[in-house]
């Protein structure tokens, strides 16, 4: 029987520059997997009438790679204030699961579909989880 005799060089440089590079294989793979997440969140958020107002918050949502100790991240978000509030939900929905009501005046005031509406208490808004939902979409 013939036998064969296989070499490997390992250079330690090379797979830290593959590794920790911006342009390096893995950085692309994880800015790809960034974009699927961004996309997928804006779907989450939908077109539904009764949940967008102006698309401002689905428009801002967006990807970026950034480095940690020197290991390539992606950030995938929205710099929208009210993000927070539309993800977690508010009111009984919210983290702490109580009525909104006012804290200086006696009843609260808010605009809906054109109409000025006034109230003592509020429900709050149920969440919508589009960012922790669309996370499944950086596996695909």
Do not use: C, E
């Not at 009984?92 to 609260?108: D, N, S, Y």
């Amino acid at each position: 029987m013939a036998g064969s005799n296989v070499h490997h060089t390992y250079d330690a440089a090379t797979v830290r520059a593959i590794l920790s590079s911006s342009r390096g294989g893995v950085a692309r793979d994880m800015l790809r997997r960034g974009v699927r997440v961004a996309s997928a969140a804006k779907k989450n958020l939908g077109s539904n009438p009764k949940r967008v107002d102006t698309g401002r918050l689905r428009a801002s949502i967006t990807q970026q790679l950034a480095s940690v100790n020197g290991k390539p991240i992606v950030q995938v978000g929205t710099n929208v204030k009210y993000a927070r509030w539309v993800h977690d939900g508010t009111g009984l929905f919210g983290p702490h699961a109580q009525l909104i009501r006012p804290k200086q005046a006696k009843v609260l005031r808010w605009t809906s579909k054109g109409k000025v509406v006034y109230a003592r208490s509020t429900r709050g808004m149920r969440p919508n989880p589009f960012l922790k939902n669309a996370l499944k979409a950086a596996k695909g």
